[in-house]
């Protein structure tokens, strides 16, 4: 490729709300074999809305108020709508003392003399807590493709709330236009895998690599290369930095964090995920003019 084209290129890219910060990501997108989308904020809103709350010990509005008072401490999406839902239910939130934040499974804090611990299955089991209780709320909110968020307090399972994220407009169509073109796509989520797996379905996404850790999205990203070829990746850097660096193309969407920007290839202005396709047709009609 001359230097003029892809210059040529890049502006005509950037008329379009496609910002490629490396001339050589133009050229590198149009072998691009398969796509890896991250899920939570990129094929979907990102803001996610409870949608169950199941109290299985204890008073359910305090336990609620308890569970925002520590979700305060989070800067995870779902973290927002908890604290959403307990303003809703015009709750006093407690005070909240030592508190931590665990990447990929949730918060851990003290809250007056009680543990209280809210995430996943995973920091539940980590934690040492006994998930049998949990069991039918759990069962019942996977089957509808929800993300459960689950709460113990000292050891005790004490609630079930359900969270649920819609999708973005476009999402489907940007899957089906990358097949016609004859490419993979793969969505990579932290999430649980029936709920990763409702979101797939719901758009046409055959792969899912669910219940990812963070740092795990990089690995999967190798993997995947390894299987079909030369790989892109789309994400809204939250916890997906490294798989958009690692990635042969990483392209950083949304309202576009600064981490996101820092290492991404190509920075997609707005949210609306077929502007993949637009970056993908433009790499192709530029590189096919030079040959
Ligand atoms: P994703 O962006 O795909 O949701 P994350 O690694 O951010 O992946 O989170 C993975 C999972 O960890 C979430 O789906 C959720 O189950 C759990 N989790 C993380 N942070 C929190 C939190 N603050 N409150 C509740 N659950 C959390
Ligand atoms: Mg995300």
Redo the contacts with the bound molecule.
């Keep these: 490729a001359t230097p003029t084209s892809i210059m040529v290129g890049t502006g005509r890219a950037a008329e379009l709300g496609v910002l490629f910060r490396k001339g050589d990501a133009l050229q590198a997108l149009q072998s691009v074999k398969v796509v890896a989308f991250?899920?939570?904020?990129t094929l979907t809103m990102g803001a996610p809305v409870v949608t169950d709350i199941i109290a299985l010990f204890g008073d359910e509005n305090t336990v609620l108020a308890m569970v925002a008072a520590v979700?305060a401490k989070?800067e995870?999406p779902?973290?927002r709508a908890i604290e959403r839902a307990a303003a809703e239910h015009d709750l006093t939130l407690p005070a909240v003392g030592r508190a931590r934040?665990v990447?990929?499974?949730?918060?851990s804090a003290q809250v007056g003399d009680h543990q209280v611990l809210?995430?996943?299955g995973r920091l539940m089991v980590r934690e040492g807590v006994e998930m049998a209780a949990f069991g039918a709320s759990l069962e019942m909110l996977e089957a509808q493709g929800r993300?459960p968020?689950l709460v113990a307090i000292d050891g005790v399972p004490a609630m079930v709330l359900g969270v649920s994220d819609r999708v973005r407009a476009g999402s489907k169509e940007a899957v089906a236009m990358l097949h016609a073109r004859g490419l993979s796509v793969v969505m990579v989520?932290?999430?649980t895998k029936r709920a990763a797996r409702a979101i797939a379905d719901e758009l046409g996404i055959d792969r899912v690599e669910a219940e990812v850790?963070?740092k795990g999205k990089a690995e999967i990203v190798a993997a995947l290369r390894a299987q079909f070829g030369q790989i892109a990746f789309v994400g809204d850097g939250?916890?997906d930095a490294p798989a958009l660096a690692s990635a042969d193309v990483g392209l950083a969407v949304g309202s576009g964090t600064d981490v996101a920007i820092e290492a991404a290839d190509v920075v997609l202005m707005g949210a609306d995920p077929r502007a993949v396709v637009t970056a993908l047709d433009l790499s192709r009609k530029v590189m096919r003019n030079i040959r």
């Design positions: 991250d899920k939570t904020g979700e989070s995870h779902i973290a934040a990447a990929g499974h949730g918060v809210v995430g996943n993300t968020v989520s932290g999430d850790l963070p939250i916890n």
